[in-house]
């Protein structure tokens, strides 16, 4: 399966989007799938231990184009004492173009601080996944 990415008002990394396309091809998606929707955890990750915390990124298919968007990345996290749950902790919504920090109220993905915020997160997600450091990775489509 060719597979081709659609821009985002924020710039993607050419070496997410391999990761992405890998993860694809070792599933072997068919065709007919419009949505993916991609699981990193690290299983030994807890609101005592810490860890590396879980993503979530989905993408969907444009049928025309036959090329795929990025829909969100979400970076979960525990928050509250003495009952943590997990929650979001950072959230880049791409069919809104707006990102939502745990604390801060929604902005447009356009803002330079949110591009930044994204940057760093891109840096690390990626150091993570070449250190090995999630190792539940899932592939889900639809």
């Not at 068919?30 to 005592?48: A, G, P, W």
């Not at 749950?85 to 919504?93: T, Y």
Request: proline share 4%; aromatic share 16%; hydrophobic share 35%.
């Amino acid at each position: 399966m060719d597979i081709k990415f659609n821009q985002s008002v924020i710039k993607i990394s050419n070496r997410l989007f391999a990761v992405l396309k890998q993860a694809i091809e070792r599933q072997v998606v068919k065709r007919e799938v419009s949505q993916i929707t991609f699981n990193y955890r690290d299983s030994s990750y807890s609101c005592d231990a810490g860890g590396y915390h879980p993503v979530e990124i989905a993408l969907q298919k444009d049928q025309e184009s036959n090329s795929w968007s990025l829909l969100y990345i979400t970076d979960f996290c525990y928050y509250g004492h003495p009952y943590a749950e997990l929650c979001k902790d950072l959230d880049f919504d791409f069919e809104t173009e707006f990102f939502m920090g745990v604390y801060t109220p929604p902005r447009p993905m356009s803002q330079p601080s949110v591009k930044e915020i994204y940057n760093l997160w891109q840096d690390n997600f990626l150091s993570y996944l070449e250190y090995g450091a999630f190792d539940e990775i899932e592939v889900n489509a639809c």
